[in-house]
């Protein structure tokens, strides 16, 4: 599937769905054991890196051991951020720790930092119009312990944010109701008015992102413009386009 219907490149696919073991004691991973369960938080990781590879890194440096297993503490961190039971301070101290002594992009990792901190960015163009469609971010750090200039990070950004866009904004679309009730503000239908309007708005966000991801990898592209059309066929959704 990953590579056929994702086009994920077929090393990549391989190491990650049958290669890579499920790291111990990482809250991610907690009760996998497998390394890629269905869902699309965990299948960014082969999405993301194949992303990477096609944008000019080499699967040699992506692939190594120390940089995976770094990502993986990184997601222990994050999990830990998400289960509450880290808060912003904790998860980003917990951050400074894991990366110290290993960044070489260091433009990329104070943005993604100052970012966190809500503070702006310096160096380089986040998301910030449509907040909900950056809480993917901190997957970034991923980049931080590779040598890469200033113009590979520039470039790629766009070809992350039409991955991380759509994913994120599927969600929004399935969780439209559960989220109003909560008063959850980390949707981007809400944020966008919160009204039929607001639900073309962000299916258009998705559909641009999706021609960018199609210049990098045209099946998967062709594979999230079909979930992100069905996400218009909700029964809640489309009570609210009807009427």
């Not at 056929?4 to 907690?30: C, M």
């Amino acid at each position: 599937m990953l590579n056929v219907e994702l086009g994920i490149d077929s090393e990549i696919a391989e190491y990650f769905a049958n290669q890579r073991k499920v790291p111990a004691d990482n809250l991610f991973w907690k009760n996998k054991r497998i390394y890629i369960s269905a869902g699309f938080g965990f299948l960014t990781i082969p999405l993301a890196f194949d992303l990477m590879f096609k944008a000019g890194i080499s699967k040699e440096v992506l692939l190594n051991d120390e940089h995976v297993s770094l990502m993986e503490e990184g997601f222990d961190c994050l999990k830990r951020y998400e289960a509450e039971e880290w808060n912003i301070e904790q998860f980003i101290e917990g951050c400074r720790k894991l990366l110290q002594g290993k960044i070489k992009q260091q433009k990329l990792a104070f943005d993604l930092f100052a970012v966190l901190m809500n503070k702006p960015a310096q160096y380089f163009d986040f998301e910030t119009k449509h907040k909900a469609l950056a809480r993917s971010d901190s997957f970034l750090f991923t980049l931080v312990d590779l040598e890469l200039t200033d113009e590979w990070v520039a470039s790629f950004l766009p070809y992350w944010y039409s991955l991380a866009r759509p994913i994120l904004l599927l969600d929004d679309f399935k969780d439209l109701e559960a989220d109003r009730i909560n008063n959850e503000k980390e949707n981007t239908i809400i944020g966008l008015g919160n009204n039929a309007e607001a639900i073309k708005a962000a299916h258009s966000i998705g559909i641009a992102d999706i021609v960018i991801l199609a210049k990098l990898n045209p099946k998967l592209a062709k594979f999230m413009e079909s979930l992100l059309e069905d996400s218009l066929k909700h029964a809640h959704i489309q009570r609210e386009l009807n009427v």
